[in-house]
């Protein structure tokens, strides 16, 4: 039987792609508004085995397509264009939740 | 600054107590409503060591609160309230985004 439910552990650790076809990356975890009952946005981790080449970048949950024969989720955006938007490195203590301040990159950012 | 994101890594694994200040078992994953982006509801993993043993029970999101000072999640339910309800065993294929069949435990299958 088919449905629309997905378990939030099979979500992390899926692979990303970006309609250039390239790997952006891998969801690392779901920004869940708890008062809302929504997804915020995915935090999709990119970069090496380093973990100082590592970002992780906000990615709208809309946004993201899950093709079941890949078994991916594939994305309207790029790896150059999250490179445009907000970030976080690791070891930064970027606040995720925090929206008081504008965002340069609104459109991964909406909810 | 406070907000209302979680991270849903955060959620898994975190403890539920029933009313009765009694502890239910831990958040083991998130259903997800894919096309809506909304969390349909939390699978709450209760019993023992042994897979035998364990009960996996669907747990409405809105009906979680989050005590910040405990860091435990705490619902109106409890665990007798939960095992009148549909469950699945480990190891037990219950496909758990079927809503096509009526449930005995509608208050917790509300989305």
Same mark, same amino acid.
């Given at each position: 039987?088919?449905?629309?439910?997905?378990?939030?552990?099979?979500?992390?650790?899926?692979?990303?792609?970006?309609?250039?076809?390239? *790997?952006?990356?891998?969801?690392?975890?779901?920004? +869940? /508004?708890?008062? !809302? @009952?929504?997804?915020?946005?995915?935090?999709?981790?990119?970069?090496?085995?380093?973990?100082?080449?590592?970002?992780?970048?906000?990615?709208?949950?809309?946004?993201?397509?899950?093709?079941?024969? *890949?078994?991916?989720?594939?994305?309207?955006?790029? +790896? /150059?264009?999250? !490179? @445009?938007?907000?970030?976080?490195?690791?070891?930064?203590?970027?606040?995720?939740?925090?929206?008081?301040?504008?965002?340069?990159?609104?459109?991964?950012?909406?909810?």
């Amino acid at each position: 039987m088919t449905h629309t439910l997905v378990p939030s552990d099979h979500v992390e650790g899926a692979a990303v792609y970006g309609r250039d076809g390239k *790997r952006i990356g891998t969801i690392e975890r779901l920004m +869940l /508004d708890k008062r !809302r @009952g929504t997804i915020a946005y995915a935090v999709v981790q990119t970069g090496g085995l380093l973990a100082i080449e590592r970002h992780h970048y906000p990615v709208e949950w809309s946004s993201l397509h899950f093709n079941a024969v *890949r078994r991916v989720y594939e994305t309207d955006t790029t +790896l /150059d264009a999250l !490179r @445009g938007g907000p970030s976080e490195l690791d070891g930064e203590e970027f606040d995720w939740g925090d929206r008081s301040t504008p965002y340069r990159h609104p459109q991964y950012w909406t909810v």
